[in-house]
C-alpha cells in the first residue's frame, strides 16, 4: 500500500470519503540494515534491504561529497501528484548548500556534516510543508535518516546517523494538519568514546528489525558464522579483531572478503550491496547497487524534462 504519508498504514482504508485526498504528496520509504566495519586503511559497508511496505524503495547510496558517502532511509522518495517521476533526496547532492552557513546548533557537528545536514532539511522542507493529514509516529522516531560514512579532513573515519524529526500543528476543525520539519539531530556512532571497543557498527531502520546484528552472530558462533570461520584461512582473525574490539586492525581486503560471504547468509531472499570507501574517498564496489550509482545517476537525472520538479535550487541570472 502507498502511504499518504510515512507510517499512516490505516489511513487511505478508514477515512472518510469527504477527508481521503488524491493529490495529497506522497512518500516512498526505505528501511533496512546497514553493517559497517573501519578496518586498517578503509571502511568496508554493507546495506541490506528490508522493505517497510508493498511499494518500498530500496536504501540509496550517494557520495554527498568527496570523502563521505550516504545511505538514505526513511522517507527518501517523494512523488508531487500529477508528476510523472519522483523526486529523490539521493540527486542533486552536488549542489547542496545551506543559505545559512553561520547555522551550528549545540553539540552539534563539524561543519563540511553541518552542510550536509542543513543543505538537506532545506530540500525536505517544502515537500514535507505540503503533508496536510496526521502522521502516526512514534515519539522521537524519525521521519528520514542518513547514515553517513566516510573521513573526516584531519580527524579520520566517522560514522554518523543524521536524523530529521517532524512536528504538526492541527488547523481548524477539518483535520488539516500543518507539518514541519526539525532541524536534524546528528549522533556519531564511530569512533566510540575514548576505551570502548572499536568492533561493528550496525544501523537499522526502523529500529525495531528483529534481525540479530552479526556483531552478535558472531559472538554466539551462530551455524552459519562458524561455516565462514572454517572455510578460510583469513577469517578467523578478522573475527577475533571484530570480537575483540580492535576490528580497525583487520586487514581492509580480508574484512571486505568476511562481509561479502557472510551478507548473503544474513540477508535471506533480501537485496544487499557491499561497498569499500579507501581513506583518499575513492568508493570500491565489492558488490554494487542494483540501482545506477554516480555518472550513471547523474546521467539518469539529466534525462528529467527541463519544467519536471527538482529539488536542486536554480541560480537567479544576472542582468547583463
Request: glycine content about 6%.
Amino acid at each position: 500500500m502507498r502511504l499518504v504519508f510515512l507510517f499512516v498504514l490505516g489511513f487511505a482504508v478508514f477515512a472518510p470519503p469527504a477527508l481521503a485526498q488524491t493529490d495529497e504528496i506522497v512518500a516512498n520509504l526505505a528501511g533496512g540494515r546497514v553493517i559497517v566495519q573501519v578496518a586498517r586503511d578503509a571502511i568496508i559497508f554493507g546495506v541490506i534491504n528490508r522493505p517497510i511496505e508493498s511499494n518500498s524503495v530500496p536504501p540509496r547510496a550517494a557520495q554527498v561529497d568527496p570523502t563521505h558517502l550516504g545511505i538514505f532511509f526513511g522517507a527518501s522518495e517523494w512523488q508531487v501528484p500529477a508528476e510523472p517521476r519522483p523526486i529523490r533526496l539521493d540527486y542533486g547532492l552536488q549542489y547542496i548548500r545551506p543559505n545559512n552557513q553561520s547555522y551550528r546548533p549545540p553539540g552539534a557537528a563539524e561543519s563540511d556534516l553541518e552542510q550536509i545536514g542543513v543543505g538537506l532539511l532545506e530540500k525536505l522542507r517544502p515537500l514535507v510543508s505540503q503533508l496536510h493529514h496526521k502522521i502516526d509516529l512514534k515519539p522521537d522516531e524519525p521521519l528520514f535518516s542518513l547514515v553517513l560514512i566516510g573521513y573526516a579532513q584531519n580527524y579520520g573515519p566517522e560514522v554518523w546517523v543524521i536524523d530529521y524529526r517532524a512536528e504538526q500543528e492541527l488547523v481548524g476543525a477539518k483535520e488539516f494538519w500543518q507539518t514541519h520539519i526539525l532541524r536534524p539531530r546528528f549522533t556519531q556512532l564511530y569512533p566510540p568514546e575514548k576505551r570502548e571497543p572499536k568492533t561493528l557498527v550496525e544501523v537499522r531502520v526502523p529500529s525495531d528489525l528483529p534481525d540479530v546484528p552479526l556483531l552478535g552472530l558472531i559472538q554466539q558462533n551462530d551455524p552459519r558464522i562458524a561455516r565462514l570461520r572454517s572455510s578460510d584461512a583469513r577469517f578467523p582473525k578478522v573475527m577475533e579483531e571484530i570480537e575483540h574490539g580492535q576490528a580497525q586492525k583487520a586487514v581492509s581486503q580480508d574484512s571486505a572478503d568476511f562481509l561479502r560471504a557472510a551478507l548473503p547468509l544474513i540477508s535471506g531472499d533480501a537485496h544487499f550491496f557491499e561497498g569499500v570507501m579507501h581513506e583518499d574517498g575513492a568508493l570500491e564496489w565489492m558488490i554494487p547497487p542494483e540501482e545506477p550509482f554516480g555518472r550513471e545517476q547523474r546521467a539518469q537525472e539529466k534525462d528529467r524534462p527541463p519544467d519536471a520538479p527538482t529539488l536542486q535550487h536554480k541560480p537567479v541570472p544576472t542582468k547583463p
